[in-house]
């Protein structure tokens, strides 16, 4: 299944509202900063709850963080001098933030394809598995192969270009693979493989 990602309307205009010249400069190199990053990452592949994860921080940060923001913002305005103002200067540091955050997230939500497993793969390692493996000591460990967008080291959810991703990706349940690590090879065996 491909999703474009296109979002309905409500799309985050990011505005520049209480901005300075200085503020602009910033906000522009923090632009470029996110915006090469999503170059970098390029066409990119996400889980189906990932697309999820990553559109719910969207409005998340636009229909509630941002307002709440710029209204707090706006109260420490009106206290007066701002270049004394502690709130003031956090909270458009903050309004900045969030406006880079939604620039990126925007982008990428843009640029990802969205893929869901089918019936046909169930037997055999693909994009968004869930793999348990077991190494030559005995101990078994379950990765999930993900897009850059999700990987989780803690989860062990690992990117599909990774060394264990590569060396994963296509075998079928039983396979021996070997990967190359920091501290040498190690052979791991499929016992079990699963898709959401």
Excluded: C
């Excluded at 910033?26 to 915006?35: H, I, N, R």
């Excluded at 077991?134 to 062990?156: M, N």
């Amino acid at each position: 299944m491909l999703d474009t990602g296109e979002r309905g309307s409500g799309e985050p205009n990011v505005s520049k509202a209480f901005t300075r010249e200085s503020d602009e400069e910033t906000d522009s190199e923090e632009f470029a900063e996110e915006e090469e990053k999503a170059k970098n990452l390029g066409r990119q592949y996400i889980t189906p709850s990932g697309y999820k994860r990553m559109g719910d921080e969207l409005d998340q940060l636009w229909r509630v963080e941002r307002p709440k923001v710029t209204r707090e913002v706006e109260a420490a305005a009106a206290l007066g001098d701002r270049s004394e103002n502690a709130e003031y200067i956090y909270g458009k540091r903050r309004l900045r933030q969030i406006d880079s955050r939604l620039r990126f997230l925007k982008k990428r939500l843009e640029h990802v394809t969205v893929v869901t497993a089918s019936p046909d793969q169930a037997d055999k390692v693909f994009f968004g598995a869930s793999v348990t493996v077991e190494d030559e000591d005995g101990a078994s460990f379950t990765y999930r192969l993900v897009g850059a967008d999700e990987i989780d080291t803690a989860k062990r959810w690992i990117s599909l270009d990774s060394p264990i991703g590569r060396a994963l990706l296509g075998k079928t349940m039983g396979a021996v693979v070997t990967v190359q690590r920091p501290k040498g090879e190690v052979e791991l065996t499929i016992r079990a493989i699963a898709y959401e």
